[in-house]
């Protein structure tokens, strides 16, 4: 889930991420598109909009997971640097990677990525 966005871009040139584009594209010109359309048109038209809205939904919560992922290995491989059964990482003290540092760069990247 980590590479969902990087395979998205390269592999299949956003064609996952087109859905929420086309929603974004749709509300903005919804009173043009919808003007001298009979009421059976706008019903399919608003049903469309609505799947497109779920589509963006699940979207945006396999795009949280895969931020959150990013996160848990960044803060995986920086915890294992620290650990003393590596070679010679027993002699390497990085302030960065310390116990308090990391728990405020995680609560840190854990709360942006929630807004």
Not at 30 to 44: G, P, Q, R, V, Y
Request: net charge negative.
């Amino acid at each position: 889930m980590g590479q969902f966005n990087d395979y998205n871009y390269e592999e299949m040139d956003g064609s996952l991420t087109r859905p929420t584009l086309d929603l974004y594209i749709g509300n903005k010109f919804w009173n043009f598109m919808t003007k001298n359309l009979s009421k059976e048109e706008i019903a399919d038209l608003e049903k469309a909009r609505d799947d497109l809205a779920h589509y963006e939904r699940l979207y945006s919560i396999m795009e949280y997971g895969a931020d959150i992922n990013g996160i848990l290995t960044t803060l995986e491989t920086r915890i294992a640097s620290n650990n003393p059964s590596v070679p010679f990482t027993i002699y390497r003290q990085v302030r960065s990677s310390c116990i308090t540092s990391l728990s405020l760069a995680t609560t840190t990247l854990l709360t942006s990525s929630m807004k």
